[in-house]
């Protein structure tokens, strides 16, 4: 099975070669509400969200269903012209009403990932206009949970405690949009972003797909367990930044030897190896809330470590590197500090 092949950790990865071969990837955009009115931090509003669109069509980029499109970014088809998926959090009705008509138009598919025990609540879609959408073979729709919990392990959690909740909110959520929707995607996304070894465990014995909220593209050296999108609120979504974005590749580390997203000491350490085609010269990181960081080198490989502790539950380090043809190499990495109350 291809999907079972691709979860297996990547190994054995020729990155030391004198050139770096151009791949088509996956760049994958989240987004919750496409709305005028609705929060600002989980909000695109709709005529930036019609911009965005309209600069995805401008670069000729192909927007394809997310499943097969991270298929073939994990497989490193070589294409290299990027592709596109559309992907929308929680299922707010701010989607069928706004989003839905925009996409339908422009004949583009995407995903919708549905936390189920909210489905018909206040500014949620109603299961009958899920299915409304879904008879549109465009439009998949897949697991964000039931209960859209805080899904990584708690201090002072227990293993049974932990598995008999992990079990409830990921296998009720998949047995309920089964029997609402015959809906079996094998497709995650992680609430919050928030994910831990333990949990991509999880999803890895159900052969699924795990969607973080990290930013980056996908490609051939990346953990189909701890997928990369790139978050697409109006704080992250404008236009002077998004086609960086969009023709972005990701940076070829493997991402199956990242540390675990729970960091243990703040702030906390990212060591990878950088391929001998690339320079360390041209790598510049970035830490949420601190800007550009400096990085060390230890023999072969890069370490990457803010110069201040973080106050926040959630933040990431994202490196990039020049690509070629005015393109960057990207990478991020999301770390949940544990002892920050949840949201």
């Known amino acids: 099975m291809v999907l079972q092949r691709l979860l297996k950790p990547l190994t054995g990865l020729a990155l030391g070669c004198a050139a770096l071969p151009s791949h088509a990837d996956l760049v994958v955009l989240q987004y919750h509400h496409i709305s005028d009115s609705t929060p600002a ?28 499109g991270t298929e073939a970014a ?3 088809d070589d294409d290299a012209a990027n592709q596109v998926a559309l992907t929308f959090d929680d299922a707010y009705d701010s989607v069928y009403h706004t989003a839905a008509p925009i996409l339908a138009a422009r004949d583009y598919p995407y995903t919708i ?12 879609m109603t299961w009958e206009q899920i299915r409304e959408l879904q008879a549109d073979d465009k439009v998949t729709i897949a697991n964000h949970s ?9 201090p002072g959690e227990g293993e049974a405690q932990w598995q008999q909740r992990i079990e409830h909110s990921l ?27 333990a949990l991509e465990g999880e999803l890895a014995d159900r052969g699924w797909f795990g969607y973080g909220q990290q930013s980056g593209p996908i490609g ?15 704080a992250y979504g404008q236009l002077n930044s998004l086609p960086d974005k969009l023709q972005s590749q990701a940076l070829p580390v493997d991402a199956s030897q990242l540390p675990d997203g729970v960091m243990t000491d703040n702030p906390p350490v990212l060591s990878f190896e950088l391929p001998a085609a690339l320079s360390e010269g041209h790598l510049t990181c970035f830490a949420s809330g601190q800007g550009r960081i400096d990085f060390r080198t230890a023999g072969d490989r890069i370490e990457v470590q803010a110069p201040e502790a973080f106050n926040s539950r959630r933040f990431r380090y994202n490196c990039t590197h020049p690509a070629g043809d005015g393109r960057f190499y990207w990478l991020s990495q999301q ?3 544990l002892s920050q109350p949840e949201d």
């Not at 990932?113 to 949620?124: E, I, M, R």
């Not at 039931?146 to 708690?154: E, I, M, S, V, Y």
């Not at 089964?178 to 972003?193: C, D, H, I, S, V």
């Open 41 to 68: 931090a989980t909000s695109t509003s709709v005529s930036l969200f019609e911009e965005q669109m309209a600069m995805i069509a401008d670069l000729g980029l192909a927007v394809v269903p997310l499943a097969s």
């Open 74 to 76: 994990l497989k490193g």
């Open 113 to 124: 990932f549905v936390n189920t025990d909210a489905v018909g609540g206040h500014g949620y």
């Open 146 to 154: 039931a209960d859209h919990g805080h899904l990584a392990r708690k």
């Open 171 to 197: 296998d009720s959520a998949q047995a309920t949009l089964e029997q609402q929707l015959g809906a079996t995607t094998p497709l995650f996304a992680y609430p919050y972003g928030e994910f831990d070894r």
């Open 220 to 234: 051939a050296t990346s953990a189909a367990t701890r997928l990369p999108r790139f978050p697409m609120a109006n």
């Open 335 to 337: 770390w949940l500090d």
